[in-house]
Nanobody
Framework: VQLQASGGGLVQPGGSLRLSCAAS????????KVWFRQAPGKEREAVSC????????YYADSVKGRFTISRDNAKKAVYLRMNNLKPEDTAVYSC??????????????????????WGKGTLVTVSS
């Protein structure tokens, strides 16, 4: 099983990035996908989730209105479009997968080590 995030980099405040996560080795369609981030000196947090069924979504309050999660099941990929980036968005972003189609509705269960699969992250730095 592999999950690999990509698309990170250095961007100025107010800029945009699109992160991608590609998967292999498991039944992609059957899993809800979650984007996590970990900023320096802070705990890892779930920023967005998209369910495996009806594609319902969850966003952390800190990114709501700026980030958009989407998926392409044919490509076994999930994306995170990030607009109006702020310095506080600086973090390592990684993707994970969970078998429960309803997990996006249960914020308390969106913990990194509670996922079924997770992969390496990509660094996003927002700085002028």
């Amino acid at each position: 099983v592999q999950l690999q995030a990509s698309g990170g980099g250095l961007v100025q405040p107010g800029g945009s990035l699109r992160l991608s996560c590609a998967a292999s080795g498991f039944t992609w369609d059957g899993y809800s996908k979650v984007w996590f981030r970990q900023a320096p000196g802070k705990e890892r947090e779930a920023v967005s989730c998209i369910s495996s069924g009806d594609a319902s979504t969850y966003y952390a309050d800190s990114v709501k209105g700026r980030f958009t999660i989407s998926r392409d099941n044919a490509k076994k990929a999930v994306y995170l479009r990030m607009n109006n980036l702020k310095p506080e968005d600086t973090a390592v972003y990684s993707c994970a997968a969970h078998l429960d189609p309803n997990i996006c509705e249960e914020r308390a269960r969106l913990t990194y080590f509670g996922m079924d699969y997770w992969g390496k992250g990509t660094l996003v730095t927002v700085s002028s």
